[in-house]
């Protein structure tokens, strides 16, 4: 089992920047990658950045390249995304994900809000 706490949403102005964390307990021994994902009202949950924690590597949605960076302090079990830029289209409920052998985790979620 793994648990999942995002924290660091708020509400920012356009071109603004913040940070979500997102505090990773438990089995994560098991834990191969961990990600953020964004869901508005009515819309299905998309992806927005992932990362592989054994080789580091990093993958990112086209709308966010460049402004979003997502990171991982291995000592603090602890995802990070670090994003700038702010739009009022990246409005949205971010989760913290992290697959776990055949099945996955997910946080509560935190709320993001852009102002315009």
């Known amino acids: 089992q793994v648990q999942l706490a995002e924290s660091g949403g708020g509400v920012v102005p356009a071109g603004g920047s913040l940070k979500l964390s997102c505090v990773a307990s438990?089995?994560?021994?098991?834990?191969?990658?961990m990600g953020w994902y964004r869901q508005t009202p009515g819309e299905a949950r998309e992806m927005v950045a992932v990362?592989?924690?054994?080789?580091?590597?990093?993958n990112y949605a086209d709308s966010v390249k460049g402004r979003f960076t997502i990171s991982r302090d291995n000592a603090k079990n602890t995802l990070y995304l670090q994003m700038n830029s702010l739009t009022p289209e990246d409005t949205a409920v971010y989760y913290c994900?992290?697959?776990?052998?055949?099945?996955?985790?997910w946080g509560q979620g935190t709320q993001v809000t852009v102002s315009s």
């Open positions: 994900n992290a697959p776990y052998y055949t099945t996955e985790f």
């Open positions: 438990g089995d994560t021994i098991g834990i191969p990658a």
């Open positions: 990362f592989i924690i054994n080789s580091g590597r990093t």
